[in-house]
Every structure is written in structure tokens, then in C-alpha cells.
């Protein structure tokens, strides 16, 4: 299921499977799988574990999982059940301490999912907006060993509008931390537009819309990646 905007009233299910889908892209290439317990984000506390469990058995790359994680009990129970890496959204914002206890418990393990509207941090699934900007807030975990960032652009996520390049560029400019990329992302035009600042910090894009209505191709979008490692 996708959200439009972050709007949990605007959703479009592309699959009752996940598990099938998950197989679907790996056998077309990916590399890594991103996956969001979008019930969970609202609830606060995992509301899809079966399925998440059957999507680690269905495939055998690294997956990625954000949505309700908001305990160390949930991030032990995630790690022990496969995820690779855990990412922490509404937690990264309101429970510091957790952040940095995940972060020595789980070195590498941990992803912070910064999501933007208009630059200040969304939380509670994107329903609450902050007064805290995301670079500020990045900055706040300095000492921490943080895999990455996922940066999503809210207002553009699930719209195929193109990818917020100007914001996410300057993100990665301002921090050390390799940043992916995440919203908005329309075409193979967007896998361009990246790789053109790959070198501020980005290192990945997260597609999902554009992917299942065949706007982007999967398989398109990693000989372009190739081909630029390949330079």
C-alpha cells in the first residue's frame, strides 16, 4: 500500500501479497528492500510482524523497515527476526536516549527516517508537524553511529513529481551521514538528477509509486547506477 502526501486517507494498494512483491523486485535487481509498517507508524508499536516476516523469508537482500518502532524491545525483536537495518522516525525526535542506546546496541544498524514538510520534521506516521528542522535534528545525534538517513520530502512522496534535489543536496552537504533520498521520485530523470549529486552524500533513492505503476523502471534505474560506478 502507498500513501499519497503522507495521507492516510489517500491510498492505493498495488498488492495483497507483500511477501510476492518483495520477491518481485528482487528478481528484478534490487539490491535491498524498503519496507514501512504504515499501521504501525500511527499506532506507535509494530501491527504488521507476520508480514514482515515473511517478506525476510521471501527474499534473500538486506531489508530496511521503518513504522512504530519506538522501544528497544521492538528494535531487538526486528534485529533478531532478520531486518538488517531499523529505521527510527517519531523516535528519533521525542526519545533521544533510545536513539543512542540503539545506536551502541545495534552499531551500523540504525537508520534515522527524517521527514520533512516545508524543511521541519513530521512525526506520528507524518500526522504531527514539529517545530525542529530536520538538519537540526540530524545534528543532535553527531556522536552516534548512524547507518544513514532516509530524507523524505512529505509533499512530494507518492505524488511522481520529481525528487526534492535542491533540499536533499543541501541535507547532505550539511552532515556527514550518507543520506538516501525518498519522494517525489517520477522517472529515470530522477535516478539522474541524483547521481549528479551522489558525490554531496547520497546514496540512494527509495522508489515506490513510480516503480508500480511502471512510470520507473527498476531494471532501467540500476544500469544507471552501474554505469556511473563504472566511470
Not at 6 to 27: L, S
Not at 99 to 125: K, N, P, S, Y
Request: glycine share 10%; with cysteine.
Amino acid at each position: 500500500m502507498r500513501l499519497a502526501q503522507g495521507d492516510f486517507n489517500r491510498t492505493t494498494v498495488y498488492g495483497e501479497h507483500p511477501a510476492d512483491v518483495a520477491g518481485r523486485w528482487q528478481d528484478e535487481g534490487a539490491e535491498r528492500i524498503h519496507v514501512v509498517d504504515l499501521d504501525g507508524s500511527l499506532a506507535g508499536s509494530p501491527r504488521n510482524m507476520e508480514a514482515i516476516r515473511d517478506i525476510i523469508c521471501a527474499v534473500n537482500i538486506p531489508v530496511e523497515l521503518g513504522g512504530g518502532i519506538r522501544d528497544m524491545e521492538t528494535i531487538a525483536s526486528y534485529a533478531n527476526l532478520g531486518v538488517r537495518w531499523i529505521i527510527l522516525g517519531t523516535a528519533a525526535l521525542r526519545n533521544p536516549e533510545l536513539v543512542q542506546d540503539a545506536c551502541r546496541t545495534f552499531a551500523d544498524r540504525i537508520i534515522l527516517g527524517i521527514d520533512a514538510r516545508d524543511e521541519m520534521v513530521a512525526v506520528q506516521g507524518w500526522t504531527e508537524t514539529s517545530s525542529m528542522t530536520a538538519i537540526d535534528l540530524i545534528r543532535s545525534y553527531g556522536d552516534c553511529q548512524i547507518s544513514a538517513i532516509v530524507y523524505t520530502d512529505i509533499r512530494r512522496d507518492g505524488m511522481e513529481t520529481g525528487v526534492n534535489i535542491e533540499a536533499t543536496k543541501a541535507l547532505a552537504e550539511a552532515i556527514e551521514i550518507p543520506v538516501i533520498a525518498s519522494g517525489g521520485v517520477g522517472g529515470i530523470g530522477d535516478i539522474e538528477k541524483l547521481l549528479e549529486i551522489e558525490d554531496s552524500g547520497v546514496i540512494g533513492v527509495i522508489a515506490g509509486r513510480a516503480l508500480y505503476t511502471g512510470a520507473l523502471s527498476l531494471e532501467e534505474a540500476i544500469r544507471k547506477t552501474k554505469k556511473k560506478q563504472e566511470v
